[in-house]
């Protein structure tokens, strides 16, 4: 079976084509600039290098249709006609109450899917524009949504409630959800098989990347996360601020006479590691900035390392314990420096690492330390593999 997995943004499509009956990539690939000058396609088919071509793509379809033409080209394609992918499974960001799971895309979905785009501005138009443009390229193809909120919906009303005026909560469905869902489902999973597949199992789960977050997971289901109404609450990432006093919002619109699109752009876009640093939000630029002796950069570190250490402390609470932390995504899979200060703090919970596994990457690693009353787990996420597994699953329901 053959799964296509699509994930677009607003102005980009990055695509993976599976071979399912042995979890190969056969290609995978990035469209960008969609809609603007100087769109382009780059497009890798397994064990060649990477091809790039670049032609005005106005809309999500002739970037699709592109995608598609190539899949299929004699020199750079990998399957000899389109009949040969059996299902497409989206990634789609925001599922709201709505959805618990993935599901085959009918046009329920896509109207639930379109009543979230107030949830989500940036990339629920796209998802859909990319739903609607397979439809159309591949008639008779099953599309399949993944959101990125459903593996969240477990939580309890305790920790998804926000302490606003209820009718906010029944008007317009103001409440957390939690996002990055189908990679702390996937590394959670991988987490209870390394620790035996125990019946009861509580594990913290670390995404570190550009957008970052972190759940606590119970036997297998999250019981709460970070990431709230909309991918900006938690702590530090490279561009977003996580969670501040909510009274600064009023605050500095009225100080420097911002609309809320200019605050909620500052807060998304110009805040973070960015917006300390002022110069990048590249955690590897900060870094080097701070190896450098530059005194922000290492502010901007250690208030990243310090308030994921926070949250993994409350976390173990809401859990009553932990089994085991485990730490993925760009940071978390490649930075042994952030992983051993944030597990530093760590201690006083009985955690200690081994050094020298911590510096080993690529490979679901064991860097629990001798004695240490909790696992530590390096996994490195696969989200698109999740997808093209949900999107298998339903296709052979
Ligand atoms: P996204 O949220 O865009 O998927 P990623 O998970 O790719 O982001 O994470 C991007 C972040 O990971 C960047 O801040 C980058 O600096 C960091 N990163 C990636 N590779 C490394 C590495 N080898 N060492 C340290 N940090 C890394």
Excluded: W
Excluded at 19 to 42: C, H, P, T, Y
Excluded at 84 to 111: A, P
Excluded at 259 to 274: A, F, H, R, V
Excluded at 328 to 343: K, L, M, Q, S, V
């Amino acid at each position: 079976m053959k799964i296509l997995v699509i994930n677009c943004g607003s102005s980009s499509l990055k695509y993976q084509l599976y071979n399912m009956d042995n979890n190969e990539v056969l290609a995978k690939g990035l469209v960008e600039r969609i809609g603007i000058e100087g769109s382009n396609l780059q497009h890798t088919p397994a064990g060649k290098d990477k091809v790039v071509f670049e032609q005005p793509l106005a809309n999500h379809d002739e970037a699709i249709k592109l995608v598609m033409e190539k899949l299929v080209d004699p020199e750079c394609g990998v399957i000899s006609d389109l009949s040969e992918i059996n299902g497409v499974g989206h990634r789609v960001l925001h599922g709201s109450k709505y959805f618990t799971e993935s599901c085959v895309v009918t046009d329920e979905v896509k109207e639930v899917v379109r009543k979230c785009f107030d949830l989500g501005p940036l990339h629920n138009p796209a998802n859909l524009m990319g739903i609607e443009a397979c439809e159309k390229l591949m008639p008779g193809v099953p599309n399949i949504a993944v959101f990125d909120t459903a593996f969240h919906q477990t939580m309890p009303p305790k920790a998804y409630m926000y302490a606003l005026p209820y009718e906010y909560y029944e008007k317009y469905d103001v409440r957390r959800y939690g996002f990055h869902g189908t990679s702390h489902r996937y590394v959670s999973k991988r987490a209870i098989e390394m620790l035996g597949n125990p019946e009861h199992s509580k594990v913290i789960t670390c995404h570190l990347g550009n957008g970052s977050s972190i759940a606590a997971v119970k036997d297998g289901k999250v019981i709460d996360t970070t990431m709230g109404l909309t991918p900006l609450a938690g702590f530090e990432m490279g561009t977003r601020c996580g969670d501040i006093d909510p009274a600064i919002v009023p605050y500095l619109m009225k100080k420097e006479n911002l609309t809320p699109d200019e605050i909620d752009t500052i807060m998304n876009k110009k805040s973070g590691l960015l917006g300390l640093t002022g110069r990048s939000s590249d955690f590897r630029d900060a870094e080097e900035a701070m190896n450098n002796g530059d005194e922000r950069a290492k502010l901007a570190l250690d208030m990243f390392r310090y308030q994921i250490a926070k949250f993994i402390g409350a976390y173990y609470v809401a859990l009553g314990g932990c089994d085991a932390i485990v730490f993925t995504a760009g940071i978390g899979e490649n930075n042994g420096g952030h992983r051993a200060a944030i597990c530093e703090y760590l201690e006083c919970l009985g955690v200690k690492i081994d050094a020298e596994k911590n510096k080993l990457r690529g490979a679901d690693i064991d860097f629990t330390g001798e004695g240490s009353k909790i696992k530590t787990f390096i996994i490195p996420t696969d989200e698109e593999l999740m997808i093209a597994q949900d999107t298998m699953e339903l296709l052979n329901k």
